[in-house]
């Protein structure tokens, strides 16, 4: 069964910084586009970030520009959301997901296709 697992997420405060992980089982990602994906109570699910198969290419969502961060190290097999100047509005579930191409097509969720469970991340004073 495929299945990508998060991890890093937690409680932080405003301004505060936490860097999600997303790691796959029974395969691996280095073959595939990754995004990060979010999903607030009451809202749609929206695309975060992007990386391509190499690392080469980068998509961000403008809520996120300048000061989220998408990497990969294809020899761990992880892929990484180093999230700063974190605000009350990022509060949500994380989600990593596999992209169905090696690009970063678009942030929509129609190009992704294997989905993790996600890891919920809260900012709070």
């Known amino acids: 069964q495929l299945q990508e697992v998060e991890s890093g997420g937690g409680l932080v405060q405003p301004g505060g910084s936490l860097r999600l992980s997303c790691a796959a089982s029974?395969?691996?990602?280095?073959?595939?586009?990754v995004g990060w994906f979010r999903q607030a109570p009451g809202k749609e699910r929206e695309g975060v970030s992007c990386?391509?198969?190499?690392?080469?290419?980068?998509t961000y969502a403008d809520a996120v520009k300048g000061r989220f961060s998408i990497s990969r190290d294809n020899d761990k097999h992880t892929v990484y959301l180093q999230m700063n100047s974190l605000k009350p509005e990022d509060t949500a579930m994380y989600y990593c997901?596999?992209?169905?191409?090696?690009?970063?097509?678009?942030?929509?969720?129609?190009?992704?296709?294997?989905w993790g469970q996600g890891t919920q991340v809260t900012v709070s004073s």
């Open positions: 990386i391509s198969s190499s690392g080469h290419s980068t």
């Open positions: 029974g395969f691996t990602l280095d073959s595939h586009a």
């Open positions: 997901a596999v992209g169905v191409f090696r690009t970063c097509v678009s942030l929509s969720r129609r190009d992704f296709g294997s």
